[in-house]
């Protein structure tokens, strides 16, 4: 089945250490989103590659960085994670960019910072 | 700018009861319109949408929508809860950047179903 894959699941890591979380997805889409969600919260959107274009939204932290090496992979990366970075990150692609596309998302990732 | 604002953050019904999940929109433009369930500790699931071809849209697990444009509304019914619709469930309004099919959510409403 086609799919958007989220490695790993469940990620520990320190103040301060860098982290990357990864995603791929097997449903060839253009657009790949990355999104923060907190606790009893809605997702909230980082940023999105449509194609190898790199979009970021005007309020994520230069904390936050992403790469796309290619179509199917996707990465997030955070440089010097604070405890105020412990959230699910979900992964979504969309074929296109019409407003008529949904997004499929991925399993999630969920980063604890001690 | 579009938003979408769904009433009540917690729902509980009884097993068997009818579902009905609140989301108003707000938008400029004929919206776009989405239903995402998130069971615990898992991504968000597409329940159905709205793309302006029917206003009664039907979806997934038994959920349907009616969009309707006088009340700006697109509330999420299931006529017999069961105990596995216990769930987030978020309503979105799609939009269109250029570059992107971007999602506005709103709050979230937890669906609690008991016995």
């Known amino acids: 089945d086609a799919m958007v894959i989220q490695n790993p699941r469940y990620q520990v890591t320190q103040f301060g250490k860098p982290v990357t979380l990864s995603c791929s997805q097997t449903l060839n889409h253009n657009v790949m989103y990355w999104y923060q969600q907190k606790s009893s919260q809605a997702p909230k959107l980082l940023f999105h590659?449509?194609?190898?274009?790199?979009?970021n939204e005007a309020d994520t932290p230069d904390n936050f960085q992403s790469r796309r090496p290619n179509t199917s992979f996707c990465f997030l990366d955070i440089r010097s994670p604070g405890l105020g970075d412990a959230a699910m990150y979900l992964c979504a692609t969309s074929r296109d960019r019409g407003k008529r596309n949904e997004q499929f998302f991925g399993p999630g990732t969920r980063l604890t910072v001690l | 700018a579009q938003s979408v604002t769904q009433l009540g953050s917690h729902v509980s019904v009884s097993e068997g009861a009818l579902v009905l999940l609140r989301c108003n929109y707000s938008?400029?433009?004929?919206?776009?319109l989405f239903w995402y369930v998130q069971y615990p500790n898992q991504g968000l699931q597409l329940l159905l949408k709205?793309?302006?071809?029917?206003?009664l849209v039907k979806g997934i697990n038994g959920f349907e929508a009616e969009f309707k444009k006088s009340e700006t509304s697109f509330h999420l019914t299931k006529p017999s809860a069961h105990m596995s619709d216990a769930a987030e469930y978020f309503c979105?309004?799609?939009?269109?950047?250029?570059?992107?099919?971007?999602?506005?959510f709103g709050t979230g409403t937890r669906l609690q179903v008991t016995l």
């Open positions: 979105a309004v799609g939009a269109e950047t250029g570059t992107a099919s971007k999602l506005t």
């Open positions: 938008s400029s433009v004929p919206p776009y």
């Open positions: 590659y449509y194609d190898k274009d790199f979009n």
């Open positions: 709205y793309t302006s071809a029917a206003t």
